[in-house]
C-alpha cells in the first residue's frame, strides 16, 4: 500500500502555525458564503467532513502497519466511501464523478455517501468505529454546502491539513486545530458558551483533580468533550510518567472516559474531538442526563455504574 502523503496537495507541508491558520481559515471563508452562516453552522458541518479525512489517513497507516507483519486489517469503510476514493483530487471515485452528470458529486455525498455512513451502526457486527461513524453522522442528512463548487474547494483544502503535512516540530497538533473551531463556537454572539468551557478552566481543574490510569473519568454534561481530551493528555503526558506499559494506553484509548451530552449538534462534535485527540472509543451517551430520556446509548453500553473522577462545568450559556 502506498503511503499516505507527507505535504499538502501542492506539495508544501504546513511548517508553522500561521500556515495551519491560514488553511483553516481559507476553509471557513468558503463554509460562510456557502449557506454556513456563523460557527455554529459551519463548525458541525466541516467536522464530519475533517473526521473523514483523518480516519482515512489514520487506517491506511494502519493496514500497512498491519500488512508489514502479516496481520490481518479490517477497514471502517470500504470502496468508493473512503476519502481516498470519493474526495482526494486523485480518487478514483471522483474522477468518475468529475467526468459524469453535472451534479454528479454532490448527488452521490447526499443520497449515497451520507446513508451508507448512518446505516453502519446497523451492520450486523459493527465494530466501535463504525458506531462512532454512525452516530458522528447520525443528524446529517446533507451537506448544508450550497453549490458543488463550494463544496469540492473545502474538500481540496480539508485535504491538506493532516497529521502528516503538519509539521509536529514547528506546529501544535491536528487536535489543537480542532479545539481552534471549538473555539469559535464559544465566541460572542455564538451561544457557545453552554458546549464550551475556557481551556485555561479545564487545565486547572485537570491538573487539581489529578486523574490516574486505572481510574475512569466521567462528564455528565459534556459539551464538546473539553475535560475528556483534557484528562487524556493529564493521564497520557509523558512529563507525569503515568503510562508505563504498552496496556496503560490501550486502557485510557478504550475504557477510561465517558459522558453524556444532549444536544444534537454537539454529540457528534464531542465524538470528533475526542478521537482526534487520541481516545479511540469515546463513551458517550446521547440524552438529557437529568431526565434519563436517552436518544443513544450504544457507545456508553458497559459503562461502570460508578466512576473514579467527575469532571464538570455546569452550562453557563445563554
Not at 497529521?163 to 463556537?185: C, I, K, N, R, W
Amino acid at each position: 500500500m502506498a503511503r499516505t502523503r507527507n505535504a499538502t496537495g501542492n506539495g508544501r507541508r504546513l511548517a508553522t502555525p500561521q500556515s495551519v491558520n491560514a488553511v483553516v481559515k481559507s476553509i471557513c471563508d468558503i463554509m460562510r458564503r456557502s449557506n454556513c452562516a456563523g460557527a455554529l453552522q459551519y463548525v458541525p458541518e466541516l467536522t464530519w467532513i475533517l473526521f473523514l479525512r483523518i480516519l482515512d489517513e489514520r487506517e491506511a497507516a494502519e493496514a500497512e502497519a498491519a500488512q508489514a507483519v502479516s496481520s490481518e486489517f479490517t477497514p471502517t469503510l470500504k470502496a468508493p466511501y473512503r476519502w481516498r476514493d470519493w474526495a482526494a483530487p486523485d480518487g478514483a471515485k471522483r474522477k468518475a464523478l468529475k467526468d459524469g452528470a453535472l451534479g454528479g458529486f454532490l448527488s452521490f455525498v447526499n443520497d449515497d455517501l451520507l446513508p451508507y455512513l448512518r446505516a453502519l451502526e446497523e451492520k450486523a457486527g459493527a465494530t466501535p468505529r463504525q458506531k462512532i461513524d454512525a452516530e458522528l453522522m447520525g443528524g446529517v442528512e446533507k451537506t448544508r454546502i450550497d453549490t458543488e463548487k463550494n463544496f469540492l474547494d473545502v474538500v481540496d483544502k480539508v485535504d491538506e491539513i493532516t497529521a502528516e503535512a503538519v509539521d509536529p516540530t514547528h506546529v501544535f497538533t491536528l487536535s489543537q486545530v480542532y479545539e481552534g473551531l471549538l473555539l469559535q463556537m464559544g465566541q460572542k454572539n455564538n451561544d457557545g458558551g453552554q458546549f464550551f468551557t475556557p481551556r485555561e478552566v479545564i487545565r486547572a481543574m485537570v491538573r487539581v483533580v489529578d486523574p490516574r490510569v486505572g481510574e475512569t473519568v466521567y462528564d455528565p454534561g459534556c459539551g464538546t468533550g473539553g475535560f475528556l481530551a483534557q484528562a487524556f493528555e493529564h493521564m497520557a503526558g509523558a512529563k507525569n510518567e503515568k503510562v508505563t506499559r504498552p496496556e496503560d494506553l490501550e486502557l485510557l484509548r478504550r475504557r477510561t472516559f465517558y459522558g453524556r451530552e444532549k444536544d444534537n449538534v454537539i454529540y457528534p462534535i464531542a465524538l470528533a474531538n475526542l478521537v482526534l485527540h487520541g481516545i479511540d472509543e469515546p463513551r458517550i451517551w446521547h440524552g438529557n442526563t437529568l431526565t434519563r430520556a436517552e436518544q443513544y446509548g450504544g457507545l456508553f453500553a458497559d459503562a461502570p455504574p460508578l466512576f473514579d473522577v467527575v469532571l464538570m462545568n455546569p452550562p453557563f450559556g445563554g
